[in-house]
C-alpha cells in the first residue's frame, strides 16, 4: 500500500528531475461500509485523500454521499487537473458538494517550479486559480515541495518566492495560498530548521501555513508551540493520527485544540492515510466518531 510519505519521496524525485506532477490523487486497495453517526454533530473537516481508494473504486459521487451521512461538514480536495475537480467542471462539483450539505471550503494542489519554466508553472496557476474560484474555496495549499539532501538554503528561498507570487495571485481572487508541512521541514539545513527558515522568509501577507499536527511531531516539532508562537502565520490545521484519530494513543490532541481555540482557527481537516484493517471508510467514520465525542472539539 502506497502511503502519503512514500508517495511524497517519489514526487519528491520526479521533482527534482523536473517532471510537473499535475495532481495529487493517488490510490491503493480498501474497502468498507460507513458506521452509524453517533451524538451532535459537530462541524468537523475531511481531507478527501483520506478516502482516495473510494474515490477510484465507486466515483467521487458515492464518496461525497459517504462523507455526508458521516457527517463531516467542511471538505478539501485533493484531485485538480487542467480546470477539472475530481474530473468534473469547479462548479459541477460544487453544487454536489452543496447539496450533500457540505461546503468545500479549501484545496490541495501544486506545480514544481524553475525558473525555466516560469510561465509555463504561472500559467498553470492562472487556470486553477479560475478553476478554484468557481469552486469557491477559502484556501489553496501546496502540500509538497522537492527536499533532498542536496537541497540548499538558496533553493528554499526559490521557493518561498514562488510561493510569494502564487499567492499574490491567490489574493486576487481573495483566495489565501497555503503550505502545508510533512515531517522533512523539521530536519536542519546546515543550522537552519527548514520550517523555521520558511516562516520567517514567506511573505507573511501572502502566504499562510496549514499545520499537519501529525507531521510535525513525527519529525520532532510541537504543534502548539507553533501555534502559540506563529499565531498570525497559522489559518488550518490538519488533525491527523498514525492511522485514524485517537488510535495511536500517541498525541494529546486537547492542548492543540485549546490553541486553536484560543488563535480562532475554525478551519481544520481531519486526514487519514492509513487504516485499521484496510478499511479507509471505516477508519475515516471512527475518526470522525472520536472527535464528536471529544468535549474539546467545539
Not at 34 to 50: D, E, M, T
Request: some cysteine; aromatic content about 12%.
Amino acid at each position: 500500500m502506497q502511503n502519503r510519505r512514500d508517495f511524497l519521496k517519489k514526487a519528491s524525485l520526479m521533482l527534482a528531475g523536473g517532471v510537473v506532477i499535475p495532481q495529487l490523487l493517488s490510490s491503493c486497495a480498501g474497502s468498507g461500509a460507513a458506521a452509524k453517526n453517533i451524538g451532535l454533530q459537530k462541524n468537523i473537516g475531511l481531507q478527501l485523500y483520506s478516502l482516495r481508494d473510494l474515490v477510484k473504486e465507486s466515483g467521487i459521487k458515492v464518496t461525497l454521499e459517504t462523507v455526508a451521512k458521516m457527517g463531516y461538514k467542511n471538505l478539501e480536495t485533493a484531485s485538480y487537473d487542467n480546470g477539472l475537480i475530481y474530473g468534473l467542471p469547479p462548479r459541477e462539483f460544487k453544487k454536489m458538494v452543496d447539496d450533500l450539505g457540505m461546503k468545500c471550503t479549501s484545496a490541495h494542489l501544486g506545480q514544481a517550479f524553475t525558473k525555466e519554466k516560469e510561465a509555463e508553472v504561472m500559467a498553470w496557476w492562472d487556470q486553477a486559480i479560475e478553476a478554484h474560484n468557481a469552486l469557491g474555496v477559502k484556501y489553496m495549499i501546496q502540500p509538497w515541495m522537492p527536499v533532498n539532501e542536496q537541497t540548499t538554503l538558496d533553493d528554499l528561498k526559490l521557493y518561498c518566492d514562488y510561493f510569494n507570487t502564487v499567492g499574490y495571485k491567490t489574493a486576487s481572487a481573495s483566495i489565501a495560498f497555503g503550505y502545508h508541512n510533512h515531517n522533512f521541514e523539521f530536519r536542519k539545513i546546515g543550522d537552519q530548521l527548514i520550517y523555521d527558515f520558511l516562516l520567517d522568509t514567506v511573505s507573511k501577507n501572502h502566504v499562510f501555513f496549514e499545520l499537519d499536527v501529525y507531521w510535525c511531531i513525527e519529525g520532532g516539532g510541537d504543534p502548539v508551540a507553533y501555534l502559540k508562537n506563529r499565531p498570525s502565520q497559522f489559518k488550518a490545521i490538519h488533525i491527523k493520527d498514525e492511522k485514524e484519530i485517537g488510535a495511536s494513543g500517541k498525541i494529546d490532541f486537547k492542548p492543540i485544540f485549546d490553541q486553536m481555540k484560543a488563535n480562532n482557527i475554525k478551519d481544520w481537516y481531519v486526514e487519514v492515510e492509513q487504516y485499521t484493517n484496510n478499511d479507509p471508510v471505516a477508519s475515516v467514520q471512527q475518526s470522525y466518531n472520536f472527535l464528536n465525542k471529544a468535549d474539546y472539539v467545539k
